[in-house]
């Protein structure tokens, strides 16, 4: 709550100081090289008939404070043609913004070229050269585009962009492949998300109006960080907001299957629930000092008799789901931004507060486990080994703060961002359970209790230099950061029902009490140099630079196994912690509710674990032709990943010894020939890697309560030991990828674009998750045989005025990927699936990719509001979104495959903007209009799919309040 009340306090102070700022009006913009794309510093900015005038900084920006009037604009450069810009207007304390200034070298003799204001007002053309002069192949999105589409999230917008997935609404994918082979950076620094065990960060935690761009990297250069494959998202905050901005937002949203449904389940939680983090509700009775039943049993009166009571009393007393009426989503935002010019010095910020709020409800959702019977060929059908359906609701809080402030002086530039994210999600659900594995077959209720707490504050600190000559320019970053996810109290509960008696036992499982805890520190710091050079006549740069990263996690898991002796029981899960139930009943020491503690003496769940990243980098910019640029480099990290743990059995224990050591070189080159002014050919070669994560590299194991399925570390092995098979060896590696590339892309006026593209990858020894043979519902992370992929990519953008004039403002884009994906199967699998086959059934030595979707398809019809009347500040945008079933599980021994179908999203976005300042915004979203559900299937050779999740998501209906009070 403290640094909340800070950050509102710095919220009302810059905004009392951006009021002392008033009196003049401003005109600013950003100034490039039309053939580099690259910003330019030094050019003069002169208003005509006046004394005032300005330079760009070396970010190719200027800001020209001017008193309110009708100007015309000079813009001048050493041999390249000047710019007159005619009939701006500025008024007292606003800005007039030219954000896509682009200056042309002169030929021969100088000239002069004069265009109006609006002609390079508000475009998304900055991007789209950005796009065309990139070093290395890249695609992305605008400021100019969040405002144009209203999109309120970062996440919403990426799913615009060419090759672009996006993962229940949070987690961005690219090119089909999962969080694994993606990454996401900020401000392009590394930067943990909520869940410090993916690669990616929710997208929708980044209100639009503090994003600068957001660009996708999907070919790799020197400069960039080696692990991935599919593309490194770089989310870019503003720093110097070209204009003064005051946003407070609303929304609301309602899905009929969700909202305002009285059977909605969810339990008794704390009183902080709605800020995203537990008041102590649920905390754990005790950490030591804990008496073991058997040590108690025959004295309960004694000392650690009294102890084990006193910690049985400490419980919380919730054990079952309960319904009631839920609410709707709703969600508030508010963020501020300017900069302030002073005489040497200009300081920018931005800051932002959000706050969301939203509920599912999840009836008849189905989870299931099947397979095969190995001695029964010529029977086809899968037979059920468990199977649960059900109701379960989630309630879920977002709490965002950020806040940055920057200063800029002639040849300096300095940052501070801080970055605080909070989240908690409450789940609860009742199943009906089927069982019919491993000769326990019974049918049964269960009840779900669920709380998950996650934060991450992050801070970065950012200083960029030029010299004089504007050749050197030198950039260093540093970011700690810290991250906490904790599970506070899962709760699980599951009845037998025999003869209509409520049984609990050891066929059914034990009621237990899970408190999970992970924290993690980290810190990085980065070093970039480059240097301007004259090669073959021509503009070049040196380019090189370091990285340190230093990952610190400490990760424990506390369980409690209830056991419940001899007493009565009704069904209803809270009675396991009636006072009169509780050990020993009515005085009777061999009844009662008890616990057990596998966790003492000796927690195999407990580990520490370690990572250092020391990378450096050469990369060298160079034109030896006028239609041809290289861009060729080479990176090298050296990484260790050290573990302190033991195995379940505890015959191997760990002490900060190595468990991943590599170093690696990663060589990348780009090539780009320019065909003319707006058409490239691009190719490009590079080595990336993948490595495996903490989690996954460890001893744990992980029980979702809810899916009833267990992660197992992948330093486990897996072996049959009556057949004498190891199915897995406990040696987790990283994954080492070869990519090449090769795009044609053309670019028209407006923004208008086509391309075409392919792109081929090499995996060796590629991390997917395999069912584990020894344990039923258990998954685990392995390295598989070596992979291929191959894939094309198409895109376009084009306006509809070609068709009629009337279309001009109506806009058809589209992009489409498909890809061909290839695992040789391990001799392991390969033997595994032959054993199991069905009569009649092929065993390939070749499989698909897991997590590697065969096409994407995003398609988007929009209006830009650009008409007249009514129509004026209409925006609209209809958009559809589909992926390919995609192997999610790979099967082993008489375990299926499972594959996730395809689910096809169509969305409709309308926004509006009134008065004659656009300062009121109206927004309408209809999310899923088809009505599409998740399914994931097990997939087996002639026989009927069977589900292995089933989620009906409904319809969701938002509606958007926005003011801009600048």
């Known amino acids: 709550m403290r640094s909340i009340k800070l ?47 300005t330079l760009t900084d070396f970010d190719g920006k200027f800001n020209l404070s001017i008193a309110p009037g009708t100007y015309n604009l000079r813009i001048s450069f050493i041999s390249y043609e000047t710019i007159n810009l005619k009939n701006i207007k500025v008024e007292a304390g606003k800005v007039s913004l ?66 672009v997935s996006v993962e229940g609404g949070k987690y961005v994918y690219v090119r089909g492949l999962g969080d694994r082979y993606s990454k996401t950076i900020l401000n392009g620094m590394d930067i943990p998300g909520i869940d410090p065990d993916r690669n990616t960060v929710q997208m929708d935690l980044f209100p639009t109006n503090i994003v600068d761009n957001i660009i996708v990297h999907k070919s790799f250069s020197a400069y960039l960080p080696a692990d991935f494959t599919g593309g490194v998202v770089d989310i870019e905050t503003k720093d110097f907001p070209e204009l003064k901005t005051g946003n407070v937002s609303l929304n609301l949203g309602y899905n009929p299957e969700f909202h305002f449904n009285k059977d909605y389940l969810t339990y008794e939680g704390g009183k902080n629930d709605f800020l995203g983090f537990d008041d102590g509700t649920r905390a754990i009775p005790a950490t030591d000092n804990i008496p073991q039943f058997s040590e108690v049993a025959g004295n309960p009166d004694g000392e650690k008799g009294l102890r084990y009571k006193e910690i049985l009393k400490g419980f919380n007393t919730v054990m079952g789901a309960t319904r009631e009426t839920s609410l709707m989503d709703f969600s508030l ?17 931005n800051a932002s507060l959000s706050y969301k709020n939203t509920t599912e409800y999840y009836k008849n959702a189905e989870y299931g486990r099947y397979g095969v019977d190995p001695a029964k060929p010529d029977f086809y059908e899968m037979e059920y080994r468990e199977f649960q359906k059900g109701d379960y609701g989630v309630n879920s809080v977002m709490l965002s703060a950020m806040a940055g402030i920057a200063m800029k002086t002639k040849y300096s530039k300095f940052r501070l961002n801080i970055l605080h994210l909070q989240n908690g999600e409450k789940r609860a659900g009742i199943f009906n359970y089927s069982n019919s594995d491993l000769g326990a077959v019974f049918e049964g209720v269960q009840h779900n209790l669920e709380y998950t707490q996650r934060s991450m504050t992050n801070v970065l600190l950012n200083g960029k230099h030029m010299f004089s000559d504007n050749n050197w320019q030198i950039e260093w970053k540093l970011s700690p950061s810290l991250s906490k996810l904790d599970d506070p109290d899962i709760r699980f509960t599951r009845y037998e029902i025999k003869e209509e008696k409520y049984i609990i036992g050891t066929e059914a499982g034990f009621p237990e009490r899970i408190w999970r805890e992970l924290d993690e520190v980290s810190l990085t710091g980065n070093f970039d140099i480059s240097r301007n050079l004259l090669v073959f006549g021509s503009k070049s740069q040196l380019r090189f630079g370091g990285l340190l990263t230093r990952k610190d996690r400490s990760f424990i898991i506390r369980n409690f196994q209830l056991n419940v002796r001899n007493i009565p029981l009704t069904g209803d899960p809270d009675e396991l912690f009636f006072p009169e139930n509780l050990w020993p009943y009515n005085g009777n020491a061999s009844r009662g509710t008890t616990f057990e503690t596998p966790f003492i003496p000796v927690n195999p769940n407990q580990f520490d674990a370690n990572n250092l990243n020391t990378a450096g980098y050469l990369s060298w910019e160079v034109s030896p032709l006028k239609y041809l640029k290289l861009i060729v480099g080479v990176r090298t990290e050296m990484y260790q990943q050290r573990y302190t743990g033991q195995n379940q059995l505890g015959d191997i224990v760990l002490d900060n010894e190595k468990v991943l050591d590599d170093l690696d070189v990663f060589p990348a080159a780009n090539v780009i020939f320019s065909l003319n002014q707006s058409q490239n050919l691009r190719f490009s070669y590079s080595k990336t890697i993948a490595r495996p994560s903490m989690k996954e590299l460890s001893f744990a194991e992980i029980f979702d309560a809810i899916t009833g399925r267990t ?69 685990q992370p392995r390295n598989v045989g070596d992979g291929q992929l191959l894939g094309l990519e198409a895109e376009f953008r084009k306006n509809l005025d070609f068709l009629f004039p009337s279309l001009s403002g109506i806009s058809l884009s589209s992009n489409f990927t498909y890809s061909f994906s290839r695992i040789r199967l391990s001799s392991t699998e390969y033997e595994s699936r032959l054993a199991n086959a069905r009569t009649g059934e092929t065993i390939d030595e070749y499989r698909s990719m897991a997590g590697q ?29 589909v992926q390919g079933p995609t192997l999610e599980v790979v099967g082993i021994a008489d375990r299926p495959d499972v594959y996730s179908r395809s689910f096809n999203s169509l969305n409709l976005n309308i926004n509006k903007t009134f008065g004659e300042s656009k300062k009121l915004q109206l927004g309408l979203k209809i999310e899923n209009i088809l009505g599409d559900v998740k399914e994931s299937v097990f997939q087996s050779f002639e026989a009927a799919d069977q589900f292995y999740t089933y989620l009906n998501q409904g319809r969701t209906i938002q509606l958007r309040l926005g003011y801009k009070f600048f």
């Open 333 to 349: 935002g508010v963020s501020v931004g300017n900069q302030i010019p002073k005489n040497k010095v200009t300081w920018g910020y």
């Open 7 to 53: 950050f509102l306090v710095l919220l009302l102070t810059t905004s009392m100081v951006a009021v002392l700022h008033a009196q003049n009006g401003f005109i600013r913009g950003s100034v490039f090289d039309d053939a580099t794309g690259e910003t330019l510093p030094g050019v003069t900015i002169f208003a005509e008939g006046t004394t005032n005038g």
């Open 853 to 881: 979707a065969p096409f994407i398809i995003n398609a988007g019809l929009a209006y830009d509001g650009s008409g007249k009347g009514i129509f004026n500040g209409l925006e609209a945008g209809l958009y559809y979104n």
């Open 98 to 163: 030219f954000e896509n200034l682009r200056l042309k070298e002169a030929k021969i003799e100088l000239t002069e070229v004069t265009i109006t204001a609006e002609a390079v007002r508000n475009s998304e053309v900055a991007l789209l050269t950005m796009k065309q002069k990139s070093a290395n192949l890249i695609d992305g999105i605008s400021a100019a585009n969040f405002r144009k589409i209203g999109d309120s999230d970062a996440a919403s917008s990426m799913k615009r962009v060419a090759g």
């Open 711 to 779: 992660f197992i570390g992948g330093l486990f092995t897996d072996a049959n030991d009556q057949l004498g098979i190891t199915y897995w060896d406990g040696n987790l590696t990283s994954t080492r990828i070869d990519n090449l590339d090769v795009r044609w892309e053309m670019f028209g006026k407006g923004g208008q674009t086509i391309s075409f593209g392919a792109f081929y990858k090499y995996f060796k020894d590629p991390i997917e998750i395999v069912q584990y043979f020894t344990q039923a519902g258990a998954f």
